[in-house]
């Protein structure tokens, strides 16, 4: 099994311009998550889906979108790059919530977003 | 405010030895903290569990401690190898479907 996969890996976006991150589970994971990763800071939750055709703000979501139109991809899109977005991205995946009872969740290898 | 704090120092030990890594965090009363390694430029791998009603888990070489007294877990790795130097990352669930991650603490184990 492949488990998670992020596209693409590496990315570097002039500010203003737009991009979507592709994350694919082959886990038959309801959860899915994404996350961004800056040098000194733990993972901060952007956006997260408990399902197919739902999405929920987390932690740090202004400047992103997502979307969960099918149970094993979820896509975190970026309508107008800024520098402050320059980060490690990474998608991970459970198979239920956190309020169920601590499911590990399945990273990604990450996507590693440079804004000039 | 809520925070969890990991040591930002890196920590070098010699093979052999017992690793030993600290998750303190405050205004938390967690139902279960997460620890996971992560290498560079790969993502977090999941290690183990612990829930708010155990003291200790195992795991092969790897021990956690959970005291919700004094808010603070201990990560062990026994009989370090050089294969055990990450950077390892303490999570907690903080109610509803938001988990909390520190930033880490970079492992060294020399040969």
């Known amino acids: 099994n492949a488990g998670v996969t992020q596209t693409p890996k590496f990315r570097v976006l002039k500010t203003g311009q737009s991009m979507t991150l592709l994350c694919a589970q082959d886990m038959n994971h309801e959860y899915m998550y994404w996350y961004r990763q800056d040098p000194g800071m733990g993972l901060r939750l952007i956006h997260y889906s408990v399902g197919e055709g739902t999405t929920a703000k987390g932690e740090v979501p202004d400047g992103y979108n997502v979307s969960r139109l099918k149970k094993q991809n979820f896509l975190l899109g970026l309508e107008s790059a800024a520098p402050s977005q320059t980060s490690v991205y990474f998608c991970?995946?459970?198979?239920?919530?956190?309020?169920?009872?601590?499911?590990?969740?399945?990273f990604g290898q990450g996507t590693r977003l440079t804004v000039v | 405010s809520q925070k969890i704090e990991q040591n930002s120092e890196a920590l070098n030990i010699q093979e052999g030895k017992t690793a030993t890594l600290t998750c303190n965090y405050t205004?938390?009363?967690?139902?279960?903290l997460q620890w996971y390694r992560q290498d560079p430029g790969r993502g977090p791998v999941f290690l183990l569990l612990i829930r708010e009603n155990e003291k200790e888990k195992r795991k092969e070489r790897l021990k956690v401690t959970f005291d919700t007294t004094l808010k603070q877990s201990l990560f062990h790795i026994t009989a370090s190898q050089p294969a055990d130097s990450a950077t390892y990352l303490c999570?907690?669930?903080?109610?509803?479907?938001?988990?909390?991650f520190g930033a880490g603490t970079r492992l060294f184990v020399k040969a």
């Open positions: 205004n938390y009363s967690p139902a279960y």
């Open positions: 991970a995946s459970s198979y239920s919530g956190t309020v169920q009872g601590g499911a590990e969740a399945f």
């Open positions: 999570a907690l669930n903080t109610g509803g479907f938001k988990t909390i």
